[in-house]
């Protein structure tokens, strides 16, 4: 199927109590391998780009190979924008075809990410892109052997989630509640009375960041309290460089590349396959065999950037099917202005058809 935003997909989450994982996808065999693993776990599956990652993959042509591959796939995929920081970023995503972003101006004052939060989600759900944006802090980083952990002192307060959501009209609340990103130092001890209250309060689809590290009976809590979107990637990452040294050790005469990539792979799919089981996403597409049809969580005008409405009765409010063919690496100030003016066409057209 065509992709999908997470609109439709996070209510059905959270009206049936389960987690979809967002896997970061810095390189094309791990996006394979996740791919792999939610076909073979009857699993929807975000697949996430980060804006740190663009430095290892291109966004224009991941996205082209992700909205291929999910044509073809018989879940429901999404394409992810993780940790969006930059306006451009975020419009270049949403024109290579992005079902989906997120924001983070977790770092700006409160009056200012929900000033900047509030344009973004105007702009993507012009275009049928749903919004994730973040409140709290979650600290760390990602790709070295640092640790880090959770500070209770920029966890996410209820009062504030509940006017940021109503402020702002976002998708997804990502929160901070005990996790961190990257290599956690010791154990996570997550607030699950805080995420408890945030769901509870904001209605609204809440997201778990820096998911390594949380240990299988916490992930079920949060899910079982409202977390319907879990990012996952550093496990991912340190699972495949591990698996590459004892491939390598055990096979000193191993020459071919694809092979190793391979077999790698599979140590990939191990790891996700169980994440998948913990989230409670497998076998959800067996379970609902008409995922793809249900309506009536769409709540997103479906609108394409030349202006036609998708009028197709379809669950999730799937991503604009074409998207412009220039591909060129960075907008200029021209073409972000004929993007504006052509979804300020799209939205005066929606208005004027409604
Ligand atoms: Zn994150």
């Known amino acids: 199927m065509a992709l999908v935003n997470l609109i439709g997909l996070m209510d059905h989450a959270r009206r049936n109590k389960y987690g979809v994982g967002a896997f970061n996808v810095p390189d094309y065999e791990t996006f394979q391998a996740i791919l792999d693993t939610a076909v073979a776990k009857q699993s929807p599956v975000i697949i996430d780009v980060a804006?740190?990652?663009?430095?290892?993959?291109?966004?224009d042509d991941v996205a082209y190979v992700v909205k291929r591959a999910a044509e073809r796939a018989p879940v429901p995929v999404a394409l992810h924008l993780d940790h969006g920081e930059h306006f451009e970023t975020i419009i270049r995503a949403v024109r290579a075809g992005f079902s989906s972003i997120m924001f983070d101006g977790s770092h700006l004052p409160f009056e200012e990410n929900v000033r900047q939060t509030a344009e973004i989600v105007r702009i993507c759900h012009a275009c049928g892109v749903s919004v994730e944006a973040e409140l709290g802090q979650v600290l760390g980083g990602e790709g070295t052997s640092e640790r880090f952990e959770a500070d209770p002192s920029v966890f996410t307060d209820p009062d504030e989630a509940v006017e940021f959501?109503?402020?702002?009209?976002?998708?997804?609340l990502a929160i901070s509640f005990g996790t961190a990103h990257g290599l956690y130092r010791g154990t996570p001890k997550l607030d699950f009375d805080r995420?408890?209250?945030i769901a509870t309060r904001t209605k609204k689809p809440v997201v778990l960041h820096g998911g390594t590290g949380v240990s299988d009976e916490d992930f079920r809590k949060a899910v079982s309290l409202g977390i319907t979107k879990i990012n996952y990637y550093t496990q991912t990452s340190v699972t495949a460089v591990e698996a590459t040294r004892e491939i390598l050790a055990?096979?000193?005469d191993l020459v071919s590349y694809p092979l190793l990539l391979q077999q790698t792979r599979e140590a990939i799919k191990k790891v996700l396959a169980h994440q998948m089981d913990v989230f409670g996403s497998a076998g959800i597409c067996a379970r609902f065999p008409d995922i793809c049809i249900e309506c009536d969580a769409c709540t997103v005008p479906n609108v394409s950037l030349d202006g036609v409405a998708d009028t197709g009765g379809h669950a999730y409010q799937h991503a604009p099917a074409s998207a412009p063919a220039d591909r060129s690496d960075k907008l200029t100030d021209d073409d972000v202005q004929t993007l504006i003016d052509a979804v300020t066409r799209a939205v005066l057209k929606g208005l004027n058809d409604a």
């Open 51 to 59: 804006e740190v990652h663009l430095k290892y993959i291109d966004l």
């Open 250 to 252: 055990a096979n000193p």
């Open 195 to 197: 995420l408890d209250a």
């Open 165 to 172: 959501c109503a402020r702002t009209n976002i998708d997804l």
